[in-house]
Nanobody
Framework: QLQLVESGGGLVQPGGSLRLSCVAS????????IGWFRQAPGKEREGVAC????????NYSDPVKGRFTISRDNAKNTVYLQMNSLKPEDTAVYYC?????????????????WGQGTQVTVSS
């Protein structure tokens, strides 16, 4: 069973940056398309960004487009989410999960590997 571990969250001021990491604890991550998702208090979980196995195809939700960058280093078994120009509305618990490869450029459908998430709080 694929298990992913997220890290890198924290408290940051508006306009600041954070880089989240998603690491597979047992399996090799390079065979999986991966997505980042977030859930704010009282809201449904939403997709943030997806990346295919090679890293050459990515997809972003409209609220983060131009501010967030998803990337992967398969040699390090890690997928990253670089978050710049953070806003208070980005405050949420961020999760990574494997996604259907065919959905990377459309709806980023999560499948398995949910971790515990990492809290991102954007506040002055």
């Amino acid at each position: 069973q694929l298990q992913l571990v997220e890290s890198g969250g924290g408290l940051v001021q508006p306009g600041g940056s954070l880089r989240l990491s998603c690491v597979a604890s047992v399996f090799t991550l390079e065979f999986y398309a991966i997505g980042w998702f977030r859930q704010a208090p009282g809201k449904e979980r939403e997709g943030v960004a997806c990346i295919n196995t090679s890293g050459r195809s990515t997809n972003y939700s409209d609220p983060v487009k131009g501010r967030f960058t998803i990337s992967r280093d398969n040699a390090k078994n890690t997928v990253y989410l670089q978050m710049n120009s953070l806003k208070p509305e980005d405050t949420a618990v961020y999760y990574c999960a494997a996604v259907l490869p065919t959905s990377v450029l459309t709806t980023c459908v999560p499948t398995l590997g949910w971790g515990q998430g990492t809290q991102v709080t954007v506040s002055s």
